[in-house]
């Protein structure tokens, strides 16, 4: 059953504990079955996780097996009925309705039912009630599965009153009384017996020859109190028993100075004082490994004057351990502390070292099984601390306006989804050229399998992927290779299985309640996912301040992608219901959205300054570039244009011109403001490479479906993508042209699977033989794509000198049609690109910016010698422009493109001198301008000879590698604010 429940969201529903007297989950007609017996099961939809409440009353159906003797956990349900696929309907399963939200299921003679062998003991019936579909899913309130005492011969007992819930060891259901009031009890036996109630110890009931007895004591004391039952009919009495805490009144008392929200352990990590904000509740307290999971006195949380907050110290802790707790809120809500660094999952963390994986998250705390119930969080008094090195405390990020990222899923990027892993190919993605990667979603979600935009605890790194000091490895590993790290921050919404949700809900109206802190009643606009955050309110912009400081400050990550910043807003463009709503009205132009954008920057700069914030808006022009302007970076979808060109459709729907900040913002003064991050790929769109082998067009000796062809094509798309002026980012695998669709499901055919797992590119699925997997990175032709990308990509990247060319809004092109050309005139570095995109030759005319020699830096030309035959002027090295000719006609093949600079970028330099003051990064410091590159290979020197008095100061990352030389002249200065690294 864990599988199922690994790919089924579990709703809100279930966090209301109320209990109505008379009515629960689970009736039995029969409350002593034994093996033989046939038992009649009214579910009543209205308790538990309400996962069937309002459904269909012709579709519910049963889901049921049986925990025997050889059972090795709750999940290991044996003799499943017909073995059934939880997906699909069996009229032999269907419930009887019985109106308002009850079902009935008839079990006779319970081993018969199940086929369950002689000899082997039947322990309890596990059960789940859900639609045919298996898309609404009845389970106990806290999301497990139900089950059903199976008894032994003899006398046995149960309090049959308060109602326990049916989990697999048997609970309490919430019981939410004060001191002063009366209990109701009631206790059965499955022979007539004599009987006795206790109450705290005490007899409240005593008869003689009957199966059933009551009483009603008075709640006299707060604390744990105890309901046990006792019975025997000559022998050694059976018994049962429950227990519920009654909570005193909440005391009242300012909170510790220098306390903040979460966890605050002390100087000797022997104790810690747990904050919790909770305005409107009227208590809470702390269960945990600490107190045995059972609720005390001394674990009540005191109330802050102001009523937002409670607190607890907690003492007596051993560093180095690690505690489970929860919250108790208002004596009927238990949940996970939502500010956690770590949970414990009962229902997805079994799967996490699953087999081959068995050790990809080492020595993980066990669940505490029988004592909780739903997720947990984690106290880590004096956790291990991770010692950054001088790669990350030096770190100097690269300027945001010239970032080229490479976004990935980890879970799809490497076949055990670790972070040591990922780790191991950073020298692959390096060769790249590209300076950020840009990570999907790793804050803990639901579920293992994700894309991680169903987020529930924005504090803890997820363990699917490895121990968090794994993650940290990794970032300083990139910091180290001059690689900046981006988290994909999800903070739009919020799924069910946050606490924050959980702690104010509604339950008549399955939604977050008003008096929510952070959520919207009903979402604000049509695109939003989960529950709607307020980023008006003031609960959620703290929040938000707190999670980014999380992250930038005690992972050192660089910043962040913001998902679905559009919906930051609260104007309202959906009916009073969150339905009917106006996208274009949504859209629009909305200065509040502006101004809750300019709040979370200015918060993200005061907390780490130059701190990326990349938005994906997909927003009109003139808000972008507003934000563009606040210093912000906005994703600039290119997809559909680049895949018209590389299928070799050359409509106006190939036009690349909205790729340039200056087309898209000029008009409202964006000009300047080189923050559009272009891409052709990314993780919400197809795969380039997949629609060529769908959908390409074809000419003569020329089809754009052909795996020759289209990765050569790709090579021409990165040529234009990649020269472009501003931020750029391309999808994991793009550079390998990558050809299996976004919807390809786990068993290789095409459906709606989106978000299902991919392959990745070293392990490709090989239909003629499948023990032996396809290795993309060692094919010929996507391995010269990858070396091309890497080519293009390092010449903005590895050359500071050339900063200037890549962020200049001087500029000019052609991009309309097959024949496309674009200008980039910065002095720093002049360049022209031209390509065809056409399925045959054209021809095309390309003025040259200025006269003398142009140097060929990359091309994808089959045969050059051929082509330069019919282009008069032109070698393999370049061309040369003379006065009155910077007007040149090309006649390029297919898919072809060539990239020309003014300086030969190509010739090695292997002596740099400094020769100026101050910071290394300005290229008037340096003889001929000549600012080595980023990596210092094997043959170069850097001398640092500053001028008289000055100094040079390394203010960027610098690797020099084995072979290289780093001096510094006698009596000169070289001071060290970047990262300097010796290989």
Known sequence: MMKIRRILSLVVLFMTLGLVSGAQLLSLSNQFPGESATITVTMDANFGNKGLLNATASDVYVHTGVITNLSTSPTSWRYMKFNQNFNQPNPSLQATSLGNNRWQFTITDIRNF??????EQIQKISILFRNGAGTQVQRNADGSDMYIQVYGSGLQTTITNPFKAPTFIPSTESINKNLGESIAVSAAASQAANMRLLYNGLQIASQSGVTTITATPTITTAGQQVIKVEADNGGAPVVDSISFFVAPATEVEALPAGMQDGANYSNDQTSVTLVLYAPNKTSAAVVGDFNNWTQTLQHQMKRTPDGLRYWVTINGLTPGNEYAYQYVIDNNLRVADYMTEKVLDPWNDPFINQAPYTNRYPN????PTGKASGIVSVLEPGKASYNWSSATTNFQKPDKRNLVVYELLLRDFVANSSWNTLRDTLAYISRLGVNAIHLMPFTEFEGNNSWGYNPMFMFAADKIYGPENTLKEFIDSCHGRGIAVILDMVLNH???????????WDAANNRPANNSPWFNPVPKHGFNVGYDMNHEAPATIKFVEDVMR????????????????????????????GGNCNVGTWSAYDQSRVNIWQRIYNQSQAISPNAYMILEHLGVDQEEATLANMGMLLWGKMTDQYNEASMGYTGSSSNFDRAFHTTRWSSFGGNNTPHLMAYAESHDEERLAFKNVRFGNSGPSHNTKSLSVYARRMQSVAAFL????????????????YDSSINMCENFTIGDCRTSPKPPAWAMPNPLAPASPINYNANTFRRTQRDMFGKIISLRTKYPSYLPTFVTNDVDFSLNGAFKWQRIKSNALKLVVMGNFDVQAQSGIVQFPTTGTWYVYAHNLQAFETFTAVNAGLSAS??????GAESQTFNLPAGAFIIFTDKDVTAVVTQFTFTGNGNWSNPANWQGGNIPPSVLPAGSTITVNP???GESVLDV?????????????AGKTLRITGNLIRQ
């Open 114 to 119: 199940y086929g369950v062998p002689a000899g």
């Open 364 to 367: 993980l705390k066990a669940y």
């Open 494 to 504: 919020q799924f069910g299985q946050s606490p924050m949700v959980q702690m104010y």
């Open 550 to 577: 999380h992250w930038l400050t005690k992972f050192k990550l660089d910043g962040f992608r913001w998902d679905l910043s559009k919906g930051f807003t609260q104007t309202q463009t959906c009916d009073n219901n």
């Open 722 to 737: 990649f020269t472009t002026p501003g931020p750029k980012m391309m999808w994991q695998f793009g550079e390998l042209s």
């Open 878 to 883: 370049g061309i040369t422009i003379n006065a």
């Open 947 to 949: 001028t008289a008095g």
């Open 957 to 969: 990352s610098l690797t020099v590698q084995q072979g290289a030389t780093l001096q510094v002249a």
